[in-house]
């Protein structure tokens, strides 16, 4: 079979019913994007490999209704395109709620309850510049009876969006982090 005929294989994310024991090598490290699917293709790639609850990933990326709004083509954003308009950041909480948290559940194979932990606006020292962030965290059971967590421990997730008043780009941080609180660094293992 030569290269050509070969195509990329295509995964569906799986639903995690049961937990079962974590990885003793630990292979999930920081990483930074630029592109929301492979964001999501990551977490869902460390979900396959059963270590979604170790998880600090950085996405950054032009928003999908700006993405429309404009073609495509990043000339045409206009300067009112960021934080500060209230349509953009309306815009950018519906993005959040009904696509990008879901995603996040659907690709981590996880029923997160994210709830709104707070959203702030922060200035920089001059005032020339000012950032607004929403903090999602999901600090529950995440759909699992209390018996699966002998298994394997509680674990927390928190998402925070950033928009600043410059650009449209958003920023998004995903940590889950264990509450044993023994993150294993690859580095330790070796």
Do not use: C
């Not at 790639?45 to 950085?58: A, G, R, T």
């Not at 709004?69 to 349509?87: A, V």
């Not at 510049?129 to 759909?143: E, Q």
């Not at 925070?160 to 889950?176: C, L, M, Q």
């Amino acid at each position: 079979m030569g290269k050509k005929n070969m195509k990329p294989a295509h995964m569906e994310p799986v639903h995690i019913e049961h937990l079962d024991k974590a990885p003793i090598v630990r292979n999930s490290r920081e990483m930074y994007f630029e592109s929301l699917d492979d964001f999501e293709r990551y977490i869902m790639d460390e979900s396959w490999d059963n270590e979604f609850d170790n998880l600090n990933i950085h996405v950054k990326y032009l928003p999908p209704f700006i993405v429309n709004q404009t073609k495509g083509n990043e000339e045409k954003i206009k300067p009112q395109m960021n934080s500060l308009n209230k349509k953009f950041r309306r815009h950018l909480q519906h993005h959040v709620k009904r696509h990008l948290l879901p995603d996040i559940n659907r690709m981590a194979g996880i029923d997160y309850e994210f709830h709104k932990e707070g959203e702030e606006k922060v200035s920089n020292e001059y005032g020339s510049a000012s950032v607004y962030k929403w903090h999602f965290k999901d600090d529950t059971n995440h759909g699992f009876d209390e018996s699966e967590f002998g298994i394997r421990g509680h674990w927390k997730v928190e998402v925070d969006i950033e928009s600043n008043s410059t650009n449209p780009w958003i920023d998004v941080t995903y940590k889950s982090i264990s509450d044993s609180g023994e993150q294993v660094s690859p580095a330790a293992v070796a």
